[in-house]
């Protein structure tokens, strides 16, 4: 939760662009927009988008949801308004994308979806790279058919130097490390070694079966 708000902070203040322009000598260089006020589109409700929206409501967004399988009933229970795929691809100034990866969310948003997006709108991905059309999204971003996108994942890790979204300005990128913290590691490696422990004690644990 705290880094897909860190992407949509940054990206909406440019923050990456401002600090780039300090270090190379200059100084203020956007002009970036208030999201107080402004639309954001949770794609996929689930546990993870359910979970981003008090900060949304804390600086005044209006959350909207949708995916293939979330139900106005369901949206309602959340406490977010619920919208058909027009609508929230067209009205969001910031989409999010929350999806898990399965067969059936490979490429669920692709060219069609970029058209709907207002040019001002931002996109942000920390679910997984193929859930998005990455040639599309390359495009769009290039032809300036949405202002930018922020992303924590991609169709191939680590990204290849030569990649287009290295080299592209108008991309805020980090290496999926949304689940990386201290706290998340201190708990992997923990639960690692006492596994190996126990399963040479001849006492495994955290048996599947």
């Known amino acids: 939760v705290e880094h897909v708000w860190a992407m949509i902070f940054g990206l909406a203040r440019r923050l990456h662009e401002e600090d ?31 979970a981003i929206l008090p900060m949304a409501r804390a600086i005044g967004m209006r959350p909207v949801a949708w995916s293939r399988n979330l139900t106005p ?14 609508r929230f691809f067209g009205e969001s100034d910031v989409v999010t994308v929350q999806l898990k990866l399965s067969p059936r969310s490979i490429g669920y948003v692709g060219a069609a979806e970029f058209a709907r997006m207002k040019p001002t709108a931002l996109f942000v991905n920390t679910s997984r790279g193929p859930v ?30 030569d990649h287009p979204l290295r080299r592209l300005p108008n991309t805020l990128l980090t290496p999926h490390m949304g689940y990386v ?26 048996r599947l079966a």
Do not use: M
């Not at 009933?73 to 027009?86: F, I, L, P």
């Not at 706290?183 to 955290?206: C, I, K």
């Open 73 to 86: 009933a369901a949206a309602a229970e959340a406490g977010v308004e619920w919208v058909d795929a027009e």
């Open 181 to 206: 913290s201290r706290e998340t590691y201190g708990a992997f490696y923990a639960t690692a070694v006492e596994a190996l422990l126990a399963f040479r004690a001849g006492r495994p644990v955290r």
């Open 132 to 161: 998005v059309d990455e040639a599309a999204l390359i495009e769009a971003l290039r032809n300036r058919r949405i202002a930018g996108a922020a992303l924590d994942v991609f169709d191939r890790e680590p990204l290849p130097a």
């Open 20 to 50: 780039a322009a300090i270090r190379a000598g200059g100084w203020q260089v956007s002009l970036p927009p208030l999201l107080a006020g402004k639309t954001l589109g949770i794609l996929g409700l689930g546990n993870l988008g359910r």
